[in-house]
């Protein structure tokens, strides 16, 4: 069985984790192109359970790497009824905190990325003081 050096990481979980937030910020951003469409239903991204799943079924680093590559975000379709507007079940105050607390989840992710391969470099080059 081939290890990779990622495997052993936070590195698959967290490339997960920036798919999802992108698959969620271009629905959000569909929501948010359509709140005036008549009978349009709002998208949603399901994904922090099955992380969550695939983190609790996963015994060690590779078990857990393997088992977040099994994770996809799905989009589902929101068919609770319309709101007070009458045009559709979105609500942009929603949406727009959605879309805030989703753009600070993919910034904090992507810095813990940027870490980890530094953290990596410096194992590989040794810290050079820089």
């Not at 949603?44 to 680093?61: G, H, M, P, T």
Request: aromatic share 4%; net charge negative.
């Amino acid at each position: 069985m081939k290890i990779d050096l990622f495997d052993r990481s936070r590195i698959p979980l967290l490339e997960k984790q920036l798919d999802a937030f992108t698959v969620r910020n271009k629905a959000i951003a569909n929501n948010i192109a359509n709140i005036g469409t008549p009978n349009y239903k709002r998208l949603d991204v399901n994904f922090e359970k099955q992380l969550s799943d695939a983190i609790d079924e996963s015994r060690n680093d590779i078990n857990l790497s393997k088992n977040v590559e099994q994770v996809e975000p799905e989009i589902s379709i929101d068919r609770s009824g319309l709101l007070d507007s009458g045009a559709n079940n979105v609500n942009i105050e929603s949406e727009m905190a959605e879309l805030a607390k989703n753009q600070l989840q993919f910034k904090m992710a992507a810095q813990l990325m940027s870490d980890t391969f530094k953290q990596i470099d410096e194992s590989i080059n040794g810290d050079n003081g820089q």
